[in-house]
């Protein structure tokens, strides 16, 4: 069945240093890929997405890349800083707006 | 700005209790949907909903049901609660432009 595949589930990085998460999506038809940041104790919240027809998309210290021949798509954070430290969740839609959720990765921003 | 409103942050239930979760949002919004977010399970669909009075299981429905009686209103029930529906329950909305998630109750079945 149609799945993503988030790696890693934890991360540590250094403050100032960027940290990079990797989804990987089944679904070929796959159309929309967003990212969700959850803070400790809040709810999910969109903090950037992609759409099959861009390659990349940048806002600010945080970008996103969809390689769709790979069926994969990364998160990039640049000069992490502490308020950066949450799990984040990777998604992929497909046409009929069914949404699949990675399992999440727990990134902490070490001082 | 999307306001999903979970009723209850915090609840406590015995088991073979029957528990609702309300969630209410304020724009309109057809789909709706319930979520449990479990450590190392990410995020799991239980029921979600198109429209008033339509429902269509999710992933893991067993021992859930679901009302959409009225457009803003989707209600998550436990028949009867057990100790394996211990856990987070997201609400979320989802119209062009992403999802909203409401801001979770946490159930503790006792």
């Known amino acids: 069945g149609e799945n993503v595949e988030q790696h890693p589930s934890t991360l540590s990085v250094q403050e100032g240093d960027s940290a990079v998460i990797k989804c990987t999506y089944s679904?070929?038809?796959?159309?929309?890929f967003p990212w969700y940041k959850q803070e400790l104790g809040k709810r999910p919240q969109l903090i950037i997405d992609i759409r099959s027809n861009v390659g990349e998309k940048k806002d600010q210290r945080i970008a996103v890349t969809l390689n769709k021949t790979a069926k994969h798509f990364s998160l990039h954070i640049t000069e992490t800083q502490p308020e950066d430290s949450a799990v984040y969740f990777c998604?992929?839609?497909?046409?009929?707006?069914?949404?699949?959720f990675g399992k999440g990765t727990r990134l902490h921003i070490l001082p | 700005d999307v306001k999903v409103t979970q009723s209850s942050r915090y609840l406590v239930k015995r088991t073979g209790e029957k528990v609702f979760l309300e969630c209410v949002q304020d724009m309109d919004h057809e789909n709706m949907f319930w979520y449990r977010q479990d450590p190392g399970l990410g995020l799991r669909l239980i029921y979600f909903s198109y429209d008033v009075k339509m429902k269509e299981k999710g992933d893991i429905p067993e021992g859930y049901s679901v009302s959409r009686e009225k457009k803003e209103r989707f209600s998550l029930i436990l028949e009867s609660a057990s100790t394996n529906q211990t856990s987070m329950y997201l609400c979320a909305t989802y119209e062009r432009g992403g999802y909203t998630f409401g801001s979770g109750t946490r159930l503790t079945v006792v």
């Open positions: 679904d070929s038809a796959s159309n929309y």
């Open positions: 998604a992929a839609t497909n046409r009929d707006d069914k949404i699949i």
